[in-house]
Every structure is written in C-alpha cells, then in structure tokens.
C-alpha cells in the first residue's frame, strides 16, 4: 500500500510564492512519474506538472515559467514551487504518484488534496 501526504497549500496574495510538498510512503519499489493536478471550483482537474524518474519535466502552459517541479528520489517526495501566482491559480492542488510496489505491482497513487487560494 502506498501512502501519499501533501503539504504547503494556504492562502496568499497575488504575486506570492508557495512551495507544495508531497511525501510517499509504504511498499515501494519505484516511483516513476510524480506530478500535481489541481482542481478549480467547477473545473475538471488538470495536470499541473510532472516529472519522470530521469528528471524530465512537463508543464502546463498556464504555469510555465512561474512553477517548477522537483523530486528527491532518496526521501520519495516531489516539490512544486509555485511563483507569482495569480488568482486563476486556485485549486485544490494533488500530489499524483505511478510507479511499481514491492511486488512489482504498478500503482497509481493519489494524495488528499491541499487548497491553494490566491487572493488579496
């Protein structure tokens, strides 16, 4: 079983900076791809960001140049700086993992979810 915890969401002014963090724990063989969605009120949820075992990263274009993802492949966590946010930013924001367990199980992973508001 894979456990997924974020943290790091609240509430901030327009042009602020966040930084999300995402922990894994459990039985664990490998994490792949670990992203962040969000999801919007009224929207569907949308993958912010993700990044591969090997360091390859997507974004979405919204977010691209204001927020960076990063993981620590020692501690199995992904981080998402979040820079000049803006209030269409919004969201709930969830960690997203997929990889194999110990028993060579793929899993896919979700967290509970943390709220970023951005708002003056």
């Known amino acids: 079983q894979v456990r997924v915890v974020e943290s790091g969401g609240g509430l901030v002014q327009p042009g602020g900076s966040l930084r999300l963090s995402c922990a894994a724990s459990g039985t664990i063989f490998s994490i792949n791809t670990m992203g962040w969605y969000r999801q919007a009120p009224g929207k569907e949820r949308e993958l912010v960001a993700n990044i591969s075992i090997g360091g390859i990263t997507k974004y979405v274009d919204s977010v691209k140049g204001r927020f960076t993802i990063s993981r620590d492949n020692a501690k199995k966590m992904v981080f998402l700086q979040m820079n000049s946010l803006k209030p269409e930013d919004t969201a709930v924001y969830y960690c997203?993992?997929?990889?194999?367990?110990?028993?060579?199980?793929?899993?896919?992973?979700w967290g509970q979810g943390t709220l970023v508001t951005v708002s003056s």
């Open positions: 997203n993992l997929q990889g194999y367990d110990t028993g060579y199980s793929r899993f896919e992973s």
